[in-house]
């Protein structure tokens, strides 16, 4: 899995080091990268630009993107680029929407953890990143890393589609590789090199999904735990602090103005009693004695 996804990752950097580039200079490049490319890389290639056209939402983006398609095959032949590609793309492309620069942050990220050789440091990598993310930062990672597998599943399915072309487009070509196919019940292997390149990605962006919701998961429990346990002892504390304090004194005179009516005060005559004194102790005392000797509980003796 460690290099899974080589190519695609490759096709989209390459995508946006030509947004980058000077219009003119646009056709030089796109013939330097396609002609170095195997035949199963280069069908890659287009997928992959056929697929980012599709879901582009900027004009002038997507004509570039539109335009590298149009001119592939023409440059890897050795052919000059159409003029539309140098001549109508403009100088100064708008700048992307943020919700597209933080998608492409995010899947630049997931190739340097795809890229990485030791395991281990792999997953230390992730974990750092989705535990430092706020709630709403990661619902946005989490669902770029869904687009991210719906992407690569558009491309393996019309990788798997086109596979009647891996000997070429012309009907003699797709005919030879049916025979052959009867014949020895194979496939092409670079056909088979990058469906599994596709396989293993998906498989790496699915383990991810998993491994970040798990991460981001066992955080939120962790943090509740952690708020329930202090919110616990601040009530302990204010419990024994109040203990500490003694009886409210508003509280003890409804209390009381029950209890000359009804004969009742709650914990009986002693708790009364206590309460008394804690309130005398307080020097808060002397409106219940008021109260009780106001009703003929108490003489003024007492």
């Known amino acids: 899995m460690i290099h899974a996804g080589t190519a695609y990752m490759e096709h989209v950097q390459f995508v946006e080091k030509a947004q980058q580039t000077q219009p003119r ?26 697929m980012l056209a599709g879901k582009e939402q900027n004009a ?4 570039l993107i539109e335009s590298l398609l149009a ?17 109508e793309v403009p100088d100064e492309p708008s700048s992307p929407t943020i919700e597209q620069s933080e998608f492409e942050r995010d899947l630049q990220l997931t190739h340097q953890w795809l890229a990485m050789t030791d395991d281990d440091q792999r997953v ?9 993310l706020g709630r709403e930062e990661f619902m946005a990672f989490f669902a770029n890393l ?59 962006i699915e383990w991810l999904m998993t491994t970040s919701f798990s991460l981001k998961d066992a955080q939120l429990k962790e943090l509740l735990k952690i708020t329930g346990d202090r919110l616990a002892q601040i009530d302990k504390k204010k419990s024994t602090a109040a203990k500490l304090a003694g009886p409210d004194t508003a509280t003890v005179l409804e209390a009381v103005r029950n209890f000359t009516t009804t004969g009742q005060y709650p914990g009986g005559a002693e708790q009364l009693q206590k309460d008394m004194l ?3 102790q307080r020097g808060q005392g002397d409106e219940v004695i008021a109260l009780l000797n106001s009703r003929g509980v108490i003489g003024s003796g007492h």
Request: aromatic share 8%.
């Open 71 to 87: 001119n592939a095959d023409a440059v890897r032949g050795g052919g000059e680029a159409i003029p539309a590609l140098v001549d």
């Open 278 to 280: 804690a309130l005398c």
């Open 146 to 204: 869904k687009q991210m597998r719906e992407n690569v599943l558009d491309q393996k399915r019309g990788h798997e589609a086109n596979e009647g072309n891996a000997w070429g487009g012309f009907i003699e070509d797709r005919m030879a590789y049916q025979m052959a196919r009867l014949q020895t019940g194979g496939h092409d292997p670079d056909y088979l090199r990058q469906l599994q390149e596709f396989q293993n990605y998906l498989t790496f």
């Open 124 to 132: 230390e990598a992730v974990k750092k990143h989705v535990l430092g």
């Open 60 to 63: 002038q983006r997507k004509g």
């Open 25 to 50: 200079q646009v056709g030089a490049l796109l013939a330097h990268y396609v002609q170095g490319l195997s035949e199963a890389s280069f069908r890659g290639f287009k997928l992959t630009l056929a």
